[in-house]
C-alpha cells in the first residue's frame, strides 16, 4: 500500500465456535471492521455457527469471506498438514460452497476466500497449493479474490482466472524475512499498538518485524483476529484510531 492511501479494508477473522464450545465475541466485533473472514466447519465453525456469523455480518454490512482451513478441529488448523493439491482443491471447494449457501440464503453475497492458520502459510510459499485454492474457487465462485500474505503465489492463481490480494496483520509478529509467527493460541494485543501498526501500515506501508525492523508491506486488506482474549477491545482501539487519522474503513469490494 502506498504511503498516501486513506483508506483500509479491515477484516477480522472469526466463526470459529464449534458446537458447546464458544469462542471469541463476533457480534460484538462487527460494528468495527469492514469485512470478516468466517470458518467454514474445517478448522473451526459448524452449520449453526455459520449461519448465525453471516447474519451478523450482513445486518452490520461487512463484506463476508470464506475462511477456509484444514481438517484440523483439534489443533484449530495452525498445524501443517501433508496434504496433495487435488486434495487441496476438494477441502476449499467443501468449504466455499457451504458457506457460499448460508451467505445466499441470507441475502448476501460471498466476496472473497481466505485460507487460515497453517494453510495460509502454506498457500503463501507453496504455488502448487495456491493454484489449488484458485482452482476451487474459479469452479465455485469465479470472480472473487484470494487473501494470501503476499504475491509470491499470483501467478498460480492468476492462472485460474483469479486475483491475489495481498495482506498484511497488524497483531501478529512478523519474522525480519517477512514470515509470519503464527501463535498456536492467540495472545492478547495491547490495542493502542495494534492501532500504531495499522496507521503506520497506511501511511508508510511497513510493518515492525520481531528484530525491530521495519518491512515494506503492500497491502489494501489488514487483519485481526477474533480468537485473542481482549479481540473486542483491539478491534474498537484500531477503529476509533483509523477513523481519527481520517482513514477510510471500507470493504475491498467498496
Known sequence: MSGGSQRLDLNVDMGESFGRWRLGDDAAMMPFVSSVNVACGFHAGDPQTMRETVAHAVEHGCSVGAHVGLPDLWGFGRRTMA??????????????????????????????????????????????????????????????????????????????????????????????DGRLVIERVKRAWDPARVAERAVRLVREGTVDAIDGSLLPVRAATACIHGDAPNSVEIARAVRERLDAEGIAVLPLSA
Open 83 to 176: 496434504i496433495s493439491p487435488d486434495e487441496l482443491r476438494d477441502y476449499c471447494t467443501y468449504q466455499i460452497g457451504a458457506l457460499w449457501a448460508f451467505v445466499r440464503a441470507a441475502g448476501g453475497e460471498l466476496r472473497h476466500v481466505k485460507p487460515h492458520g497453517a494453510l495460509y502459510a502454506m498457500c503463501s510459499a507453496d504455488a502448487e497449493l495456491a493454484g489449488a485454492v484458485a482452482g476451487a474457487m474459479a469452479a465455485v465462485t469465479p470472480g472473487l479474490p484470494l487473501l494470501l500474505l503476499h504475491d509470491g503465489t499470483a501467478d498460480a492463481v492468476s492462472a485460474h482466472g483469479i486475483e491475489l490480494v495481498p495482506e498484511a496483520f497488524v497483531d501478529l509478529d512478523y519474522q525480519p
